[in-house]
């Protein structure tokens, strides 16, 4: 039994694919990790388990009938902010980077790789509960501060000269790693790992979009970032020097 699970709780997991043999490889991998596991064939049956039942992580389809997961996580992310991997086929690189601007934590390309995509899940859970907890010990007191920007790890909030910003998980987890070390540039294979707890390759556009993300809530103008830097060829970083 993996490390996930903490008593007799186990997290549920909803799995949306209209493909039955996919859908049905899926749920056996999530139960054979432990996992509970719901499913649904298009994005208007996702959203009605969503609006019902406790849901920790969604894997999405993207290309579906009656309602296709682009729409359905547009419409998810009006009440929620459960992380949600898309599923996509290899010729859908124009909906992976519509659906992370939408909100989508990850991606898995079909064909998937069951470890892969069992490490997906399992980190987008770990992130997604240690956030939603209150535990206020050792870091979780910690306070992060860069000029007007400050990050309360307790509460996981995030303030800009005095004003609450609302970061989603990916986001919240990725300014976090790069104000605790400021001035320390990092590239997007390094920042996938830290935060996603993974080494898949092929996640330079994943990182971009999140951080494209992040400088449009907390920079003035995005466009000439005054936190929230890039080094081309080499990466991202919190530059303290100009505050």
């Given amino acids: 039994m993996t490390g996930h699970m903490k008593d007799n709780a186990k997290e549920t997991?909803?799995?949306?694919?209209?493909?039955?043999?996919?859908a049905n490889a899926i749920s056996l991998f999530l139960k054979s990790e432990g996992y509970d596991v719901k499913t649904a064939s298009n994005g208007k049956e996702a959203i009605e388990i969503l609006e019902s039942e406790e849901?920790?992580?969604?894997?999405?389809?993207?290309?579906?009938?009656?309602?296709?997961?682009?729409?359905?996580?547009?419409?998810?992310?009006?009440f929620s902010n459960v992380p949600v991997i898309m599923l996509t086929a290899k010729s859908e690189d124009t909906d992976k980077i519509l659906g992370l601007n939408l909100g989508a934590d990850d991606y898995v390309t079909k064909p998937f790789n069951p470890v892969e995509l069992m490490a997906?899940?399992?980190?987008?859970?770990?992130?997604?509960?240690?956030?939603?907890?209150?535990?206020?010990?050792?870091?979780?007191?910690?306070?992060?501060?860069?000029?007007?920007?400050?990050?309360?790890?307790?509460?996981?909030?995030?303030?800009?000269?005095?004003?609450?910003?609302r970061?989603?998980?990916?986001e919240y987890?990725?300014?976090?790693?790069?104000?605790?070390?400021?001035?320390?540039?990092?590239?997007?294979?390094?920042?996938?790992k830290e935060v996603w707890k993974d080494n898949c390759m092929g996640t330079e556009s994943i990182v971009a979009v999140h951080i494209r993300h992040i400088r449009e809530k907390i920079e003035i103008d995005p466009s000439d970032p005054r936190y929230l830097k890039m080094i081309w060829g080499r990466g991202y970083y919190i530059?303290?020097?100009?505050?």
């Avoid at 997991?13 to 996919?22: A, G, Q, R, T």
């Avoid at 535990?135 to 979780?140: E, I, L, P, V």
Wanted: proline content about 4%; charged content about 30%; some cysteine.
């Fill in 13 to 22: 997991v909803l799995v949306c694919d209209d493909e039955k043999d996919i």
């Fill in 55 to 78: 849901i920790h992580l969604v894997l999405l389809d993207i290309m579906m009938p009656v309602m296709d997961g682009v729409t359905a996580l547009s419409k998810i992310r009006e």
């Fill in 120 to 165: 997906r899940v399992r980190s987008g859970l770990r992130r997604y509960m240690q956030l939603g907890g209150n535990t206020a010990t050792g870091a979780g007191e910690e306070e992060l501060v860069c000029g007007g920007i400050r990050v309360v790890d307790r509460t996981k909030e995030v303030w800009l000269d005095g004003e609450p910003v």
């Fill in 167 to 170: 970061l989603t998980r990916t």
């Fill in 173 to 192: 987890d990725i300014l976090k790693f790069l104000m605790e070390n400021p001035g320390n540039v990092y590239s997007p294979t390094e920042i996938y």
């Fill in 239 to 243: 530059d303290k020097s100009n505050v």
